[in-house]
Every structure is written in structure tokens, then in C-alpha cells.
């Protein structure tokens, strides 16, 4: 069996299409206002997306704390303890410093004796 092909292409049909194809006008194609800002769009989604994740999450694993405990003596130095692993924070109130204590401090850093006495002034 063989099978005859009766289809043909036209004589000169490839050599005229190049000159068809250019007679057609082209329109150029600009973005729509949605394709430019469809990526910006994109991230601010994702960054909301992830924001609110975030929130979730910090939420489930805070620790709660009843009305009565948060002004107790053991929560603040829970959360002192928390927001300062290092402990710099000193939870006992500090002695005030005296006069002579903040001039030596100030005399010991190589200030003026104008900007001393300015100081003094001023206080």
C-alpha cells in the first residue's frame, strides 16, 4: 500500500509569504497596568502572608499570663529574665548617685572645666 500525496504547495508560495507577513501592521504590545504591578502585588501578599504566620505563631507559644500575675513580683523577673538572658538587667533599684560621684565622673572624662561647671550650673 502505498499512499499518494495530492496535496502540493503553490509555485513562488514561500517566496511571497515573507513579503505578506510584512504588509501586515503590527500593534506594539505594552503591558497592562495589572502585568506591572502583579510582581509588587505578589510581594506585599507574601509579606502579609508571612507577617500574619509569624503573629500566629508568636501567639501560640506566648506564655499567658493571668491578670493576677503580671504585676507579681515572679512574672516581671520572668520577663527581665527573657528579654535579658545575659543579666544586665538589675531588677533592685540602684542607689542614686551623689554630686561628688557625677564631677569626679565628669572631670574623669576629659571634659573642660567650663563644660564642668556649665553642669554644675545648670543642676
Known amino acids: 500500500m502505498t499512499k499518494r500525496n495530492d ?8 517566496e511571497s509569504l515573507e513579503g505578506k507577513l510584512n504588509a501586515i501592521p503590527r500593534k506594539e504590545m ?12 505578589a510581594y506585599a ?18 506564655v499567658s499570663a493571668s491578670d493576677d500575675d503580671v504585676y507579681s513580683w ?6 527581665a529574665g527573657s ?4 543579666g544586665q538587667i538589675e531588677l533592685e533599684e540602684t542607689e542614686s548617685l551623689s554630686d561628688e560621684d557625677i564631677m569626679s565622673y565628669l ?3 576629659n571634659l573642660s572645666l567650663e563644660e ?5 550650673e545648670s543642676y
Open 45 to 62: 501578599a507574601s509579606l502579609a502572608i508571612l507577617a500574619m504566620l509569624g503573629t500566629f505563631i508568636l501567639r501560640k507559644s506566648a
Open 7 to 14: 496535496i502540493s504547495v503553490p509555485s513562488g508560495y514561500f
Open 107 to 109: 572631670l574623669a572624662s
Open 74 to 79: 515572679d512574672y516581671i523577673s520572668y520577663l
Open 30 to 41: 505594552r503591558p497592562t497596568m495589572f502585568q506591572r504591578v502583579s510582581p509588587w502585588m
Open 116 to 120: 564642668v561647671l556649665s553642669y554644675e
Open 83 to 86: 528579654l535579658d538572658p545575659d
